[in-house]
């Protein structure tokens, strides 16, 4: 069976979380299993917006292990989309990329329980888990299951992605119910200006609540606030 992909690209940088900064290749893998309304990959799953199938690779693992190892960057980070929903076909790629000297990310939504094989393979996870204000019920957004899995793997940081001060209640209420550790929280914004207002906004009350904060690099790096 194959996976199916969004895009592979790179050598850039990963703009996110705890690795920002670091040289990268980017697998972008399609489909998800949420609907949030701020959603800036809707290409792998919006089906109202996009043709899926003409926007979606399918390619052989090895295909994917290939096109990876081309790029010359020491960090993969595999993203979506959910790539948790295709998680069976990753072990072996995981394990591949890990054997040719390639440290793996995976980014996921926190909402699917790894299996064994993966959770194994791949040591650095960043999970983000959705708040209210992606417009996703709770029920659908948060698997008390998924996030302990991953918690108690000690392998995984919770990078939340914030509108504001006023969802940083939101993320404490989710550190407080699973104890959730690192927490990172990140902008909403896709212009310079606003990612770089809301950090301003959010960076006193993340510093007294013990967590980490986190900037979108790439987004800072687009001329985009022509928008
Ligand atoms: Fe988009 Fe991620 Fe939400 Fe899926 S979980 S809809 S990819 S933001």
């Not at 948060?142 to 793997?153: G, H, Q, T, W, Y």
């Not at 990140?186 to 207002?197: D, F, L, R, W, Y």
Request: with cysteine.
């Amino acid at each position: 069976m194959n996976l199916l992909v969004t895009e592979i690209f790179g050598p850039t940088f990963q703009g996110e979380g705890p690795s920002t900064g670091q040289q990268a290749a980017f697998l972008r893998l399609s489909r998800c299993n949420l609907t949030c309304t701020w959603c800036d990959t809707p290409e792998t799953w919006d089906t109202s917006r996009f043709d899926l199938a003409s926007m979606t690779r399918r390619m052989t693992e090895s295909e994917v292990l290939h096109e990876l190892l081309a790029v010359p960057a020491p960090l993969v980070v595999v993203t979506g989309g959910e790539p948790l929903l295709q998680q069976d076909r990753l072990v072996w790629l995981a394990d591949m990329l890990r054997a040719n000297e390639r440290r793996v990310e995976i980014e996921t939504n926190g909402t699917i329980v790894p299996v064994s094989g993966l959770l194994a393979a791949v040591k650095h996870w960043n999970v983000s888990p959705k708040l209210a204000s992606s417009g996703v019920p709770y029920g659908k957004r948060i698997n008390p299951e998924a996030l302990r899995a991953l918690n108690s793997s000690h392998r995984a940081v919770f990078k939340f992605v914030v509108e504001g001060p006023t969802d940083l209640e939101d993320v404490a209420e989710l550190e407080a119910e699973y104890g959730l550790a690192p927490i990172w929280v990140m902008p909403q914004a896709t212009t310079p200006t606003a990612v770089t207002a809301v950090m301003r906004e959010i960076a006193n009350e993340t510093l007294t609540r013990g967590w980490n904060l986190s900037t979108r690099l790439h987004i800072l790096l687009e001329d985009t606030d022509v928008r």
